[in-house]
């Protein structure tokens, strides 16, 4: 199966431009034969804060993701700020990463780990519950940006675990730890890793995008820094099965 990320700028707080940026990228990463395509994290918006931003479950990013792989019949992917469903007292949108398929069915992961050096905590709520999907043969587990430091979550997921998707809003003062820890994770738990981060400006922070896909053995298949690319790969469930067949890692891991 090929994986397209899109690595794009975003208009700050403007969903319809951001949409409209966004949509001509899709159809080439389509067109180049992407059965599932991640954008990055708040990819409608840019990483703002702030209750102006919530949208209620299914509000309009969620409802372009569904409509561009209805369109393409194709997977998509991102996250966006999401009001629980029924809405609750707590004004805090859930970092919400939505994964549409091409019926128009939805499924949900919420980020677990609020960013707290940067009072992420205090804007959005954490989620609780780890995602792992099927696609197309691929068993494919969510992740959001900052999710990317805890590897023992990673870890606890490995066994039913093709592919690893990580939408960012990961700054460029940090570029080398997600560089870093986007092939650590490949290489410990055996599986690809698809991260998809942000290029551009806002909210006065700079992102360098170094968007990757990452095969089991911690090979970089393709990646882009700084401009707005569409990155495609190829990965199969056979090549994970294929890797810990042969180096056979993840049986050695000891419960302590």
């Not at 919400?96 to 980020?111: E, I, L």
């Not at 592919?163 to 990961?170: F, T």
């Amino acid at each position: 199966m090929r994986i397209a990320a899109v690595q794009h700028d975003i208009a700050w707080c403007d969903r319809t431009a951001t949409f409209a940026r966004v949509a001509p990228l899709i159809e080439a990463a389509v067109v180049a034969g992407a059965r599932l395509v991640l954008l990055p994290e708040m990819f409608s918006t840019g990483f703002a804060v702030g209750e102006e931003i919530a949208e209620p479950e299914g509000g309009p990013s969620a409802a372009f993701l569904v409509e561009q792989a209805v369109r393409h019949g194709v997977w998509m992917g991102g996250s966006c700020p999401e009001l629980p469903h029924p809405a609750d007292d707590d004004p805090r949108p859930y970092n919400s990463f939505v994964v549409a398929a091409p019926d128009g069915t939805t499924h949900r992961y919420r980020k677990i780990h609020p960013f707290t050096f940067a009072g992420e905590q205090r804007h959005f709520r954490g989620g609780d519950q780890w995602v792992t999907l099927e696609v197309e043969g691929l068993r494919v587990s969510l992740f959001v940006c900052y999710d990317l430091r805890f590897a023992d979550e990673f870890w606890a997921l490995a066994p039913q675990t093709d592919v690893y998707l990580v939408p960012a809003s990961w700054p460029e003062t940090r570029r080398h730890h997600w560089r870093s820890l986007l092939v650590a994770r490949a290489i410990e738990n055996q599986a690809y890793v698809v991260g998809c981060n942000r290029v551009g400006s806002g909210g006065g922070l700079d992102y360098a995008g170094d968007s990757a896909i990452i095969d089991p053995l911690g090979e970089v298949l393709a990646s882009a820094a700084h401009t707005e690319s569409v990155l495609l790969a190829e990965v199969s469930a056979e090549r994970v099965a294929e890797v810990r067949d042969r180096f056979r890692f993840l049986p050695d891991r000891r419960q302590r």
